[in-house]
């Protein structure tokens, strides 16, 4: 994970800068989209729950979480107020919750993917511009975050977004009982997250995610 903290230790406060500035925009811009895609695809399936609450919105007012933007800063990993879904407006509630969940991560991917091409792009026409170097240092940090947030909303632990992906295909019966003990699980998961448990599975999944969508724009820039 990208310390702000061991640059600030180490002097090197460019990178705290830019560290900082990027984790501004996925607070500002990716965690909105995020939030969006929830409740645009739960609005395709035939919920309006988000859109009569006003949660269809870029405006990250109306997302952001204060302990989860803190995370973020912190950690690199947060979340924001989650979309309101009524899964009784699916035709089917635990494929519509499937879909709507993993709209997310889809989103944050998506934006990855974006940043990887915009890290790579400034890279190879930076002349060792630092202006260019930084703002390409800038999509790095964006695209590492934006698949951290992927990997870590996908993980099977209520309440984030890989358990409802899971209890899809859970019989109603372990379903129910998956979900019943939703906060209880949340607070496990809170200890794990502080405690650093969590660091090396959310790291070396991120760093899988990263190699995998960085092959084409490599190919094109590098040549390797």
């Known amino acids: 994970m990208i310390s ?103 989103a944050n991917l998506l934006m990855g993917f974006i940043s990887v091409w915009g890290y790579f792009i400034f890279a190879n026409f930076s002349n060792n511009s630092q202006i260019m170097l930084a703002v390409a240092t800038f999509f790095l940090y964006a695209a590492q975050i934006n698949v951290m947030l992927a990997v870590f909303n996908l993980l099977p632990i209520p309440p984030l977004d890989g358990s409802k992906i899971v209890a899809a295909a859970l019989p109603d019966k372990i379903y129910y009982k998956y979900m019943m003990y939703e906060r209880y699980i949340m607070i496990g998961l809170m200890v794990l997250l502080f405690t650093g448990v969590l660091n090396t599975p959310i790291s070396y999944l991120t760093n899988l995610l990263m190699r995998f969508i960085t092959i084409i724009p490599r190919l094109i820039f590098i040549g390797n």
């Open 4 to 106: 702000i903290f061991k640059y600030i230790m180490q002097g090197e406060y460019l990178a705290a800068i830019i560290a900082v500035l990027s984790r501004c925009f996925v607070v500002f811009c990716c965690l909105p989209i995020h939030e969006l895609a929830h409740g645009l695809m739960a609005y395709a399936l035939g919920d309006r729950t988000a859109k009569n609450q006003n949660r269809l919105s870029l405006n990250p007012f109306a997302h952001l979480n204060p302990i989860g933007t803190v995370m973020i800063f912190l950690f690199g990993i947060g979340y924001a107020n989650p979309v309101p879904i009524n899964p009784r407006n699916f035709k089917n509630q635990k494929s519509g919750m499937a879909l709507t969940a993993l709209a997310g991560p889809a």
